[in-house]
């Protein structure tokens, strides 16, 4: 099994930034990809971006530009860095690991609550 703890989140007013942190903990040879999705009520949970072992990245076109993904492999624990935040981008960001076996389910962080107040 694979753990991951989210840590990083909080309130910041439009324009600033905030990093994110998963470190990722337990059975990690499971996993490949990491990375961060996020989810506001009442809509689907949307990636943000995902960086594979070798650092290769998927960044979602609303946030590109703003945030940054990087991953240290040694530590387990991959990063989000986002900057210019708008409030558009207020919701609970959760931290993803898939598996590297196809067909196995992904595991998830509890989630951390961004506000990005106007």
């Known amino acids: 099994q694979v753990q991951l703890v989210e840590s990083g989140g909080g309130l910041v007013q439009a324009g600033g930034s905030l990093r994110l942190t998963c470190a990722a903990s337990?059975?990690?040879?499971?996993?490949?990809?990491m990375g961060w999705y996020r989810q506001v009520p009442g809509k689907q949970r949307e990636l943000v971006a995902k960086?594979?072992?070798?650092?290769?990245?998927n960044i979602a076109d609303s946030v590109k530009g703003r945030f940054t993904i990087s991953r240290d492999n040694a530590k387990n624990t991959v990063y989000l860095q986002m900057n210019s935040l708008k409030p558009e981008d207020t919701a609970v960001y959760y931290c993803?690991?898939?598996?590297?076996?196809?067909?196995?389910?992904?595991?998830w962080g509890q989630g951390t609550q961004v506000t990005v107040s106007s």
């Open positions: 993803n690991a898939d598996p590297l076996v196809a067909g196995r389910p992904a595991y």
């Open positions: 960086i594979s072992r070798g650092g290769n990245t």
């Open positions: 337990g059975s990690v040879f499971l996993i490949g990809y």
